[in-house]
């Protein structure tokens, strides 16, 4: 069994900032990939983030140059969101695999509110 744990989300003016914690816990070695995924009222989940290894990375072009994700170790993931906007308000979900191919394990999900 594998758990993904969130926190950090919450009630953001524009222009603010909030930083995305995920810690994954239970049986296994390490993740091989982890990210964040974000999805607002009505519209489809979307990819915000993911880090690959230790520090390959991609962005989705929505949030280049706000937001960062890295991680402390093979399971523990953030993601420092900069420069926030009202778009950027979501549910978002922290996402981790352990091989290449293999399951997706999903957190519950930390609300992200952006508005003034």
């Known amino acids: 069994q594998v758990q993904l744990v969130e926190s950090g989300g919450g009630l953001v003016q524009p222009g603010g900032s909030l930083r995305l914690s995920c810690a994954a816990s239970?049986?296994?070695?390490?993740?091989?990939?982890m990210g964040w995924y974000r999805q607002a009222p009505g519209k489809q989940r979307e990819l915000v983030a993911l880090i690959t290894g230790i520090s390959s990375t991609d962005y989705a072009d929505s949030v280049k140059g706000r937001f960062t994700i890295s991680r402390d170790n093979q399971n523990t993931v953030h993601l420092q969101m900069n420069i926030l906007k009202p778009e950027d308000t979501a549910v978002y979900f922290c996402?981790?695999?352990?091989?290449?191919?293999?399951?997706?394990?999903w957190g519950q999900g930390t609300q992200v509110t952006v508005s003034s």
């Open positions: 996402n981790a695999v352990q091989t290449p191919g293999g399951r997706d394990y």
């Open positions: 239970g049986t296994f070695f390490s993740m091989y990939r």
